[in-house]
């Protein structure tokens, strides 16, 4: 009863609502794969396209990254964003390649899930960033 309890929220917690969990954790296991591959390229296109906006906005003066409003903000967001990025490291590494195994895809719906939240915090960093202005 458990295990079919956690396949329901696991189901739940992905959009599979109404589905059997053994449907779900067929869906996750198909999807999955595809998602991480898309992330991976998403996160690279953020690194670079917001390495080049760090530069753009504060140059290479380390005095602008640590005294000011905005470097401060831009540091909070990295260090966020890095959490971020070493939960989806580890689903990647970890448990996709493990995703037949009982209880992988429990793990990382709930992965997935503080991942999502880890990537509010960035939003809303991002969102402070916006409104900051850069350090000239």
Known sequence: AAKRRH?????????????????????????????????????????????????????????????????????AKLAIASGAILLGAYNRRYLLPRLSEPGAGEELIRNVTAESCVLIAVLACSSVLAATPPAH
């Open 7 to 75: 396949g329901a929220v696991a189901g739940r917690a992905v959009g599979f609502r109404g589905i059997e969990p053994a449907s779900a954790a067929r869906a996750v296991r198909a999807a999955a794969p595809r998602v991480s591959r898309t992330a991976l390229w998403s996160v690279a296109t953020l690194l670079v396209t917001g390495g080049y906006a760090s530069w753009y906005s504060l140059g290479f003066d380390l005095g602008h990254l640590l005294y000011s409003a905005f470097g401060r903000t831009l540091l």
